[in-house]
């Protein structure tokens, strides 16, 4: 059971859903996550009242909760059944987490700030959503529990992580948004056990994805 989640709240998650397909999103899958999820209890509270504008925000520890259409962009790059086991690089806010958690997928998520690992665990919890969440170093993945059927990154990687690859599964799809100052979206597909399809899908912007983890 979700509080402090009003008609209000949900009247202007519907806007947003009629936005987001506006600006080409067409999963009803993902546009349905979209208007589940409660936004604004992932916002720091300066920004609350501008929760449903499509638009990323400042949260702690100099990171950002990402613009709605991004989130909703990077879901459905996935192309994700019910079921799939998903690893997602850089937990943040939680609010990506909550979004697949939403399309029906077993999440394992990795946050490498310590003050955003315990405050996204502890929403979550309160939450009710369930995902396996690590303070870890996203780079290096989580190999003890691949493979993965679907792996998203969402800070802005210089390269492909070599250990991220090895933890797709065959058929497996991986989204990252691809270099340093300005990145491009791309998605590789896992062939077999030696070849990969890069795909360029256009220019974005993120945080950068930095290695190590922050006590």
């Known amino acids: ?17 009629q936005t987001l397909r506006q600006k080409g999103i067409s ?3 993902v546009l349905t996550a ?7 209890l992932f916002i720091e509270s300066g920004f ?5 504008q499509d638009k990323a925000f400042p949260i702690a520890a100099g990171q950002t909760i990402s613009q709605p259409y991004t989130v909703a962009y990077q879901t459905e790059l996935l192309e994700l059944k019910p079921g799939d086991k998903v690893l997602e690089i850089g937990t943040g806010s939680g609010y990506q987490a909550v979004v697949l958690i939403e399309m029906g997928v077993d999440l394992y998520s990795i946050e490498r700030q310590n003050e955003l690992f315990n405050k996204t665990n502890r929403l979550l919890k309160n939450l009710g959503y369930n995902a396996h969440l690590f303070l870890g170093d996203g780079y290096k ?30 058929g497996g799809r991986l989204i990252i948004p691809l ?6 979206m791309t998605k590789i597909v896992r062939i077999n056990e030696d070849d990969f399809e890069q795909i360029s899908l256009g220019s974005c912007a ?3 994805m930095l290695e190590g983890i922050v006590k």
């Open 1 to 17: 059971m979700i509080h402090n989640d009003s008609y209000r709240h949900k009247g202007l998650r519907n806007k947003l859903v």
């Open 27 to 29: 999963n009803e899958d």
């Open 34 to 40: 979209i208007g589940r999820v409660p936004r604004h």
């Open 48 to 52: 609350v009242n501008f929760a449903y």
């Open 141 to 170: 993945g989580l190999p003890a529990f691949a493979p993965f059927d679907k792996i998203i990154i969402t800070a802005g990687a210089p390269f492909i992580p070599k250990d991220l690859l090895l933890q797709l599964g065959h």
């Open 179 to 184: 270099g340093e100052r300005e990145q491009i």
């Open 206 to 208: 993120f945080v950068p």
